[in-house]
């Protein structure tokens, strides 16, 4: 502890311990998140295990989902659908804001799915939630009253000019939206998502702070309504909300 160092500062590190140091700063060094290399992220109160499997869960995320535990506090969800799970950051934090809701995490990679299941473990939820190996929506059947998605959102030029711990190390795949402008991620859940929502359900997507009018206008021709553009704390668009 931070606390301890003047305590222990007359004592000689032993020679195992330094060489770890070592190894540990030469990762850092490569520019590999410090998330890697200490193996966990901090996600609304919770500890999870993040590896290059997953991305590393941003603070923008985390204003998502306190922003919808604030929002239906007054009128719970009964069933939560996360789309492209990853960590499983956003479900696992929603099934402790709602703890009388069944959870269903979806993601296309095993290896995010492995991670989720074993940060679900950790957090005392497995025996609440559902994880399915989908492409979105195609496996799935049902319908749920809360939908939220942190897509890939990010366009080529982008990835590319980001910064080495994002480009080198998280998975790419869970970056690049897909098309000229980075939505074509976005477009095929909004297309789908009249089938997947109970009445009145409440469909919450993370996009990029260029892509709201966009995504906003192929929401009102793909029938969804209620539809608005939320801002993060910083004052940018960055959260699409639409109702079915």
Partial sequence: RRSELALLSRQIVPTEVESQWNELLLRRMSREPLQYILGTAPFCNLMLEVSGNVLVPRPETEELVIALAELLSADPPRKILDLGTGSGACILALGRAFPAATLTACDCDDGALAVARRNAALCQLSNRVEFVRSDWFSQLRGSWDLIISNPPYLTEDEWLSAAPEIK????????????????????????????????????????????????????????????SLQKDWSGRDRYLFVRK
Avoid: Y
């Fill in 168 to 227: 080198m190390f998280e998975p790419k795949i869970a970056l690049l939206g897909g098309g000229p402008d980075g939505t074509l991620c976005a477009k095929k859940i909004l297309s789908a998502a009249q089938e997947f929502l109970n009445p009145s359900g409440l469909l919450a997507i993370e996009i990029g702070i260029h892509q709201g009018q966009v995504l906003a206008n192929f929401s009102t021709k793909h029938g969804l309504q209620n539809i």
